[in-house]
């Protein structure tokens, strides 16, 4: 169960929005569920109209017109509490007890007559856009007789009163407060207001170019507006592109100046944050998509990327030295000030069929070594979930033109990945060979070649994912193992069926004898295969072909 707090100043606003019809109509018959003694006294379960809203209004903020208190950010605290959809519908009667018990550990009731109590309500009006059934809470934080209502740490006490009430009324419980993870969300704001931006201007930009007689974004019907703006919103999610991006970047790269230089490489925009009074201590980072059409770029810090993007969380994977510490700060203040990257480094070099071998290899060791590892050990797992997302997310940078099955498999495994602390234990022997498989997957399609490798290195990833699984089933975290499984049947699947759908008969003679010498080593005893495909589908070997970062006495200042 899912606690959402908000403050303000407006009962009256707030009650009638509640049971009105909602901004998409989707209230449904509003009515109580639960509430001080006198309001379910007057109204019980009856549908409630805009006259109901105004006397439950003033009957609720009649406290803080008696006494006139004073409460910093307003007296009017609103929650709602929501239930996933897969877990169906309450009756009114579970919603009343479970209102009954939140208000008690929230501290707002008589506690026991030690205290007046704080008048509240709480009201129903059908499921969400969402299909999640919920209630929302109301309640004046002005005592009756005039005392304020303590809500000190409230958001964080609001969290631990639903884990509280999830185990006595047997609801499904939260899994990342068992297993300690904390995935960023995406405020659905966030997006709403990056698709109006950039459909308009997209639109304006269209209009001008062809000189046609197009209306003004303003003029515009709504309905035409509010299709533009969806078509937006659906393809542009810049949050979780740049996390997929900023994960791909880094567990390829082998130290802080080398995860630089490739997230320059990958073509997104980044600025160092430097500690105060200095221009050689990076303490953290942002980064943003490039703009298009004159807009301003919209920046996202690390952390509020993912927990385990924040810059201390990447540097505890990298070798800390003075050497790297000031190669890093070179390349952070190159970037800032936009001019050539310094020192290019292994991401500029091409990857022999050899190296796609002994990666294999190790990533096969990993597994082996992995088994050993106890299930319930949430830092390992993380990393593993981290270096494993990260491998997809370089190979999806490299091969996708749009987001697919590989993408989606890197965000799947990256909630394994984020937890609220930063892992403490040792990482396992082995564990860097995921960050060596991601630099090879960062350049999948570099040269034309690799594919039959491409091919091993997925099934050796699929492992490892299917580690991360049972590791999550272990755990009790349903949804998350379930995410992976669906992960790893609709995309990995999905990927290796095209590709025997997609391999072509060669003529002998054009195979390449590299080719074929790693096919060997990958399978041995088996005859010389005559079909080279691609492991991806046809929409992904379409894909931008990444180019090398020229050396510095070749290039010109970054633009």
């Given at each position: 169960?899912?606690?959402?707090?908000?403050?303000?100043?407006?009962?009256?606003?707030?009650?009638?929005?509640?049971?009105?019809?909602?901004?998409?109509?989707?209230?449904?018959?509003?009515?109580?569920?639960?509430?001080?003694?006198?309001l379910?006294?007057?109204?019980?379960?009856?549908?409630?109209?805009?006259?109901?809203?105004?006397?439950?209004?003033?009957h609720?903020?009649?406290?803080?017109?008696?006494?006139?208190?004073?409460?910093?950010?307003?007296?009017?605290?609103?929650?709602?509490?929501?239930?996933?959809?897969?877990?169906?519908?309450?009756?009114?009667?579970?919603?009343?007890?479970?209102?009954?018990?939140?208000?008690?550990?929230?501290?707002?009731?008589?506690?026991?007559?030690?205290?007046?109590?704080?008048?509240?309500?709480?009201?129903?009006?059908?499921?969400?856009?969402?299909g999640?059934?919920?209630?929302?809470?109301?309640?004046?934080?002005?005592?009756?007789?005039?005392?304020?209502?303590?809500?000190?740490?409230?958001?964080?006490?609001?969290?631990?009163?639903?884990?509280?009430?999830e185990?006595?009324?047997?609801?499904?419980?939260?899994?990342?407060q068992?297993?300690?993870?904390?995935?960023?969300?995406?405020?659905?704001?966030?997006?709403?207001?990056?698709?109006?931006?950039?459909?308009?201007?997209?639109?304006?930009?269209?209009?001008?170019?062809?000189q046609?007689a197009?209306?003004?974004?303003?003029?515009?019907?709504?309905?035409?507006?509010?299709?533009?703006?969806?078509?937006?919103?659906?393809?542009s999610?810049?949050?979780?592109?740049?996390?997929?991006?900023?994960?791909?970047?880094?567990?390829?790269?082998?130290?802080?100046?080398?995860?630089?230089?490739?997230?320059?490489?990958?073509?997104?925009?980044?600025?160092?944050?430097?500690?105060?009074?200095?221009?050689?201590?990076?303490?953290?980072?942002?980064?943003?998509?490039?703009?298009?059409?004159?807009?301003?770029?919209?920046?996202?810090?690390?952390?509020?990327?993912?927990?385990?993007?924040?810059?201390?969380?990447l540097?505890?994977?990298?070798?800390?030295?003075?050497?790297?510490?000031?190669?890093?700060?070179?390349?952070?203040?190159?970037?800032?000030?936009?001019?050539?990257?310094?020192?290019?480094?292994?991401?500029?070099?091409?990857?022999?069929?050899?190296?796609?071998?002994?990666m294999?290899?190790?990533?096969?060791?990993?597994?082996?070594?992995?088994?050993?590892?106890?299930?319930?050990?949430?830092?390992?797992?993380?990393?593993?979930?981290?270096?494993?997302?990260?491998?997809?997310?370089?190979?999806?940078?490299?091969t996708?033109?749009?987001?697919?099955?590989?993408?989606?498999?890197?965000?799947?495994?990256?909630?394994?990945?984020q937890?609220?602390?930063?892992?403490?234990?040792?990482?396992p022997s082995?564990?860097?060979?995921?960050?060596?498989?991601?630099?090879?997957?960062?350049?999948a399609?570099?040269?034309?070649?690799?594919?039959?490798?491409?091919?091993?290195?997925i099934?050796?990833?699929?492992?490892?994912?299917?580690?991360?699984?049972?590791?999550?089933?272990?755990?009790?975290?349903?949804?998350?193992?379930?995410?992976?499984?669906?992960?790893?049947?609709?995309?990995?699947?999905?990927?290796?069926?095209?590709?025997?759908?997609?391999?072509?008969?060669?003529?002998?003679?054009?195979i390449?004898?590299?080719?074929e010498?790693?096919?060997?080593?990958?399978?041995?005893?088996?005859?010389?295969?005559?079909e080279?495909?691609?492991?991806?589908?046809?929409?992904?070997?379409?894909?931008?072909?990444?180019?090398?970062?020229?050396?510095?006495?070749?290039?010109?200042?970054?633009?």
């Amino acid at each position: 169960m899912m606690p959402n707090v908000v403050r303000g100043d407006r009962m009256a606003g707030l009650v009638n929005y509640l049971v009105g019809p909602g901004r998409a109509n989707e209230h449904t018959e509003p009515h109580l569920v639960a509430g001080d003694d006198a309001l379910m006294a007057w109204y019980d379960d009856n549908e409630l109209n805009a006259d109901a809203a105004r006397q439950i209004a003033r009957h609720l903020d009649r406290p803080k017109k008696a006494f006139d208190t004073e409460v910093n950010g307003g007296h009017v605290w609103h929650c709602s509490l929501s239930i996933r959809a897969e877990e169906g519908t309450l009756s009114d009667e579970q919603w009343n007890a479970i209102a009954t018990d939140f208000i008690s550990e929230m501290d707002f009731d008589d506690a026991e007559g030690t205290k007046a109590p704080a008048r509240w309500v709480a009201v129903r009006h059908g499921l969400s856009k969402n299909g999640n059934d919920h209630i929302h809470i109301a309640v004046n934080l002005i005592r009756e007789d005039g005392t304020k209502a303590n809500i000190h740490n409230d958001f964080s006490r609001a969290q631990k009163a639903c884990r509280a009430l999830e185990v006595k009324h047997g609801l499904e419980q939260l899994e990342s407060q068992r297993t300690k993870r904390a995935t960023r969300g995406h405020k659905p704001g966030e997006i709403e207001a990056d698709a109006i931006r950039t459909a308009r201007a997209k639109y304006e930009r269209s209009r001008k170019q062809n000189q046609e007689a197009k209306p003004a974004w303003t003029a515009l019907e709504p309905a035409e507006r509010d299709a533009l703006v969806a078509a937006e919103r659906a393809a542009s999610q810049p949050r979780y592109e740049l996390a997929r991006t900023v994960r791909a970047c880094a567990t390829a790269s082998e130290s802080e100046a080398e995860f630089v230089r490739r997230m320059r490489q990958s073509g997104v925009i980044l600025r160092p944050r430097f500690a105060e009074g200095t221009q050689d201590v990076v303490t953290g980072y942002s980064v943003a998509k490039r703009p298009e059409n004159g807009e301003r770029p919209i920046w996202y810090g690390g952390q509020r990327l993912g927990n385990d993007l924040s810059l201390p969380r990447l540097r505890a994977e990298w070798p800390d030295t003075p050497i790297g510490a000031s190669e890093a700060a070179a390349e952070w203040n190159a970037a800032r000030r936009g001019r050539r990257i310094v020192s290019p480094g292994r991401e500029t070099t091409m990857p022999s069929l050899a190296q796609y071998a002994k990666m294999n290899a190790a990533l096969g060791d990993l597994s082996e070594k992995l088994r050993a590892v106890p299930l319930d050990d949430f830092d390992t797992w993380s990393r593993v979930a981290r270096g494993t997302a990260g491998a997809f997310a370089s190979w999806s940078k490299a091969t996708e033109s749009t987001p697919g099955p590989l993408a989606d498999t890197a965000d799947v495994l990256s909630r394994s990945a984020q937890t609220r602390q930063a892992p403490v234990r040792p990482k396992p022997s082995g564990i860097a060979s995921l960050g060596g498989a991601a630099a090879l997957l960062a350049v999948a399609v570099r040269g034309g070649k690799g594919a039959a490798a491409q091919a091993a290195m997925i099934r050796q990833l699929a492992t490892l994912a299917k580690s991360v699984y049972d590791a999550s089933k272990a755990a009790g975290e349903a949804r998350q193992a379930a995410a992976i499984r669906d992960a790893e049947r609709d995309n990995l699947r999905g990927v290796h069926e095209r590709l025997e759908q997609l391999s072509v008969k060669m003529p002998a003679a054009t195979i390449d004898p590299e080719v074929e010498a790693l096919r060997a080593s990958l399978n041995p005893g088996q005859a010389p295969a005559q079909e080279i495909g691609s492991p991806l589908p046809n929409r992904i070997e379409t894909a931008r072909q990444i180019q090398p970062t020229r050396a510095p006495e070749q290039t010109g200042p970054e633009r």
